[in-house]
């Protein structure tokens, strides 16, 4: 899959992989200056430069997991109540539908699907 950024095709990479043990959830952002790292079970964001050298890492323990689908839960009830505007719009909603569609098919077919992303 390719995404349009800044007039620039990039390559996108998405993998899902919920069978396999241990379990891991990472991700990766990569590019020409270097690289992020973030390992959701460990709870670490690494940052490297271009030479694979670590710059930065951070460590967030005690972070609670849970908060966020208790927070995400509060602020749907209140938009619902109309207390709160969300934070996610239904374009977000959308583009999100769209780059999963387009993984989708590029899984099926085996070919590069192209998308404007922002």
């Known amino acids: 899959m390719e995404c349009m950024v800044e007039g620039k095709s ?9 069978l396999q043990r241990p379990p891991s959830r990472t991700c990766q952002v990569i590019g020409d ?6 390992d959701f079970y460990a709870l670490t964001v690494q940052v490297f ?5 670590l710059t930065e890492s ?5 972070f609670q997991r849970n908060q966020l689908f208790t927070d995400e839960l509060k602020h749907f009830l ?3 109540d109309g207390k709160e505007t969300p934070i996610v ?6 583009q ?10 590029s ?7 192209e998308l404007n992303c922002w």
């Open 10 to 18: 990039v390559p996108v990479h998405v993998h899902q992989d919920y």
């Open 33 to 38: 200056a270097g690289k992020i790292m973030i």
């Open 49 to 53: 430069d271009s030479r694979g050298e």
């Open 58 to 62: 951070h460590t967030f323990d005690g």
């Open 78 to 80: 209140n938009c619902l």
């Open 89 to 94: 719009t239904v374009r977000d909603g959308a």
């Open 96 to 105: 999100s539908l769209r780059i999963a569609l387009a993984a989708k098919e």
């Open 107 to 113: 899984l099926a077919t085996g070919n590069v699907v």
